[in-house]
C-alpha cells in the first residue's frame, strides 16, 4: 500500500473548515446581531460541526478508521464558508479509502 498525499491534504481541509466552523459558532454568539439573527440552534450546528470535523480530521491524518475520517469531512461540508473546502475533502478521504487501516 503506497502513501499518498491524499490523506494529509483531507485532514488539513478538515481541521481548517472545523476550526472555521468553531470561529463563526463563537463570533455569532458574541455579535449581537446575529445572534438574534441566526440563534442557538445554529451556533450549536456549527460547534458540533466543527468539533466533528476537527476529529474527522486528526484519524484522517493518523490514516485511521476511515469511516470516522469521512464522516469528519462530510460534516466539514456544513460549515459555513467551508463547504468547498469539506467536499474536497470528502472526495480526497473516499480516494483514498486503501491506505486507512
Known amino acids: 500500500m503506497e ?3 491524499k490523506p494529509t491534504a483531507a485532514a488539513i481541509l478538515d481541521i481548517v473548515s ?4 468553531l470561529i463563526q459558532g463563537l463570533i455569532i454568539r458574541l455579535e449581537p446581531s446575529w445572534w438574534s439573527l441566526f440563534g442557538p440552534s445554529v451556533v450549536v ?5 466543527g468539533i466533528l470535523a476537527i476529529v474527522g480530521g486528526a484519524y484522517a491524518a493518523q490514516r485511521k478508521k476511515w469511516g470516522l475520517a469521512l464522516a469528519g469531512s462530510l ?3 456544513l460549515n459555513l464558508g467551508g463547504q468547498v ?3 474536497a475533502a470528502v472526495m480526497l478521504t473516499m480516494l483514498s479509502k486503501n491506505e486507512f487501516k
Request: aromatic share 12%; hydrophobic share 65%.
Open 75 to 77: 460534516f466539514a461540508v
Open 45 to 49: 450546528l456549527l460547534v458540533i460541526a
Open 18 to 21: 472545523g476550526a472555521s466552523g
Open 3 to 5: 502513501r499518498t498525499w
Open 85 to 87: 473546502m469539506g467536499i
